[in-house]
């Protein structure tokens, strides 16, 4: 199974950090969040992983070079402009192949296990949730006996954590261009197509400074 690392954000709310690094760069605890994430997949067996770029891409290229100081083989979709989460997933399509894949957001740190996710797929999409954070406290999805649903009330429902395995067949219709996956993954829950599960370990959406700050402390304590 291959992965992809989703890393072409522009990370705005991070200014100035990101005026002149990319978001994935950024140092947590002296090392760029994205290494964090190819040391976790070497770690879950994973060797081949896809990493899309947009805003100031050509320095995560020549930082991480082709992976193999990590013991991976990494190879890069650049798309000049932002493409969104679907089109850039769909960009890369044909760098991940016909087989499920997984997908992880660059600008989240989890000590989450990324081998629980390499088993074969069934349906379109495998979710990974999360309890609600603050920032976020309406959720995205309700999770019953595995399957992911929509639903109305927040209190039932849990936050998409930004990791998960998607098939091919997802993006089946789709054009190149700018869009969305939310919208795709709602088609295939109505559908009964996406499974999912929650993580139970620690999960951060690094969007904000204070975030970082959050990150920095829980590495600290567990050094």
Not at 122 to 150: I, S
Request: charged fraction near 20%; glycine fraction near 12%; include cysteine.
């Amino acid at each position: 199974m291959k992965a992809m690392i989703l890393a072409a954000g522009k990370g705005e709310r991070m200014r100035p950090l990101t005026l002149t690094t990319p978001k994935p760069l950024i140092r947590v605890a002296g090392i760029p969040l994205i290494e964090y994430h190819l040391r976790a997949l070497a770690a879950a067996g994973f060797s081949e992983i896809v990493i899309n770029h947009a805003w100031l891409g050509q320095q995560i290229q020549d930082h991480l070079g082709d992976g193999s100081r990590f013991g991976l083989r990494i190879t890069y979709s650049p798309e000049g402009e932002p493409l969104e989460t679907g089109g850039g997933i769909f960009r890369a399509l044909g760098l991940l192949g016909d087989e499920a894949f997984l997908v992880v957001n660059g600008d989240i740190w989890t000590d989450f296990d990324f081998s629980a996710l390499r088993r074969p797929l069934d349906g379109l999409a495998h979710l990974v949730l999360v309890a609600n954070p603050a920032h976020h406290p309406g959720g995205d999805f309700v999770l019953a006996d595995g399957t992911v649903h929509e639903g109305a009330s927040a209190a039932d429902k849990l936050t998409y954590s930004g990791i998960a395995v998607l098939h091919p067949r997802l993006f089946d219709g789709c054009v190149d261009g700018a869009f969305k996956l939310a919208p795709l993954l709602r088609n295939a829950i109505a559908q009964g197509q996406v499974s999912g599960e929650r993580l139970e370990g620690h999960w951060i959406d690094v969007g904000t400074h204070e975030r970082l700050t959050q990150v920095e402390t829980l590495i600290e304590a567990s050094r």
